[in-house]
Nanobody, 123 residues
Framework: QGQLVESGGGSVQPGGSLRLSCAAS????????MAWFRQAPGEEREGVAY???????RYASSVQGRFTISRDKSKNTLDLQMNSLKLEDSAIYYC?????????????????WGQGTQVTVAS
């Protein structure tokens, strides 16, 4: 069973930037689909962005144009560059992965999850 470990969370002012990283270990091969989800207090977990093994990326409309997902298959890492952060971006961010053919921002598709990293945007 593989393991996902997130890092890079922290506190930032509105308009600032943060870069999250997810390191995958213990996998025998690269997962087809890796993604970032987030969950704010009192809210359901929502998909932020995903990237397939061949590099196809999709974003939630709320982060489109501000966040960039990237993947390094040689290092088995998944990054999320977050720019122009807003108060509403505050949440715990989770890295997730699965090996199914279909890659979508659907929580039920993902079998592997990291422990999460806190992102706080506050003035």
């Amino acid at each position: 069973q593989g393991q996902l470990v997130e890092s890079g969370g922290g506190s930032v002012q509105p308009g600032g930037s943060l870069r999250l990283s997810c390191a995958a270990s213990g996998y025998t091969h690269s997962s087809n689909c890796m993604a970032w989800f987030r969950q704010a207090p009192g809210e359901e977990r929502e998909g932020v962005a995903y990237m397939t093994e061949v590099g196809t990326a999709r974003y939630a409309s709320s982060v489109q144009g501000r966040f960039t997902i990237s993947r390094d298959k040689s290092k088995n890492t998944l990054d999320l560059q977050m720019n122009s952060l807003k108060l509403e971006d505050s949440a715990i961010y989770y890295c997730a992965a699965h090996d199914k053919a279909v890659c979508q921002l659907r929580e039920d598709l993902f079998s592997d999850w990291g422990q999460g990293t806190q992102v706080t945007v506050a003035s």
